[in-house]
Structure formats: structure tokens, C-alpha cells
């Protein structure tokens, strides 16, 4: 069973910086890509940013220009780099790593910038 455990949520004002991390139970090349969902109270989960295995990435257009994803392949982490944070880019982010067949999501980590 794949396992997701993401961390670095937190509180920060808006202009602020945080990083969040996911450790994957297995090789993070096992997946197809890895990625950042985010769910704001009342509003439909959202992609954030993926990664490819083969390196590509792709975010949303609210987050480019200020949000990076990243790799460490030794330690089957991923991150997100989120900078010039704004009070709507509160909300729950998820981690998922997708396979053709499926699709593994993390518990979800809190993320509040106040104004």
C-alpha cells in the first residue's frame, strides 16, 4: 500500500513563504507523476502543480510565477515551494501520485495566509 505523508503546513502572512513536503512509501519513479491538489472551504479541489516523471510540469495559473515543484529522488520527496502567498491561497493541499491504474493521495496538509 502506497503511502503519502505530506508536512510543512502552517500560518503565514500574505507575502509570505512556505514549503510543503510529501514522502512517498515507494520510489517516486514508480509514478507516473506527482503532484499538489489543494481544497479551500466550499470550493472544488484544484490542481496546484504536477511533475512528470519525465520532468514536465504544469500549474495552475494562479500559482505560476510564484509556486515551484520540485524532486529529491533519494528521498522519494517531492515539494512545493510557495512564495508571495496570498489569503486565497488558503486552503487544505493534498499530495497525489498518480499510476495509470490508480491514483494515491496524502492526508492533506493546512495552509493559512492571513491578510
Known amino acids: 500500500q502506497v503511502q503519502l505523508v505530506e508536512s510543512g503546513g502552517g500560518l503565514v502572512q500574505a507575502g509570505g513563504s512556505l514549503r510543503l513536503s510529501c514522502a512517498a512509501s515507494?520510489?517516486?519513479?514508480?509514478?507516473?507523476?506527482m503532484g499538489w491538489y489543494r481544497e479551500a472551504p466550499g470550493k472544488q479541489r484544484e490542481l496546484v502543480a504536477m511533475l512528470s516523471n519525465g520532468g514536465a510540469t504544469n500549474y495552475a495559473d494562479s500559482v505560476k510565477g510564484r509556486f515551484t515543484i520540485s524532486r529529491d529522488n533519494t528521498q522519494n520527496t517531492i515539494f512545493l515551494q510557495m512564495d508571495n502567498l496570498k489569503p486565497e491561497d488558503t486552503a487544505v493541499y493534498y499530495c497525489?501520485?498518480?499510476?495509470?491504474?490508480?491514483?494515491?493521495w496524502g492526508q492533506g496538509t493546512q495552509v493559512t495566509v492571513s491578510s
Open positions: 497525489i501520485a498518480r499510476r495509470t491504474i490508480k491514483d494515491y
Open positions: 515507494s520510489h517516486i519513479f514508480s509514478f507516473s507523476s
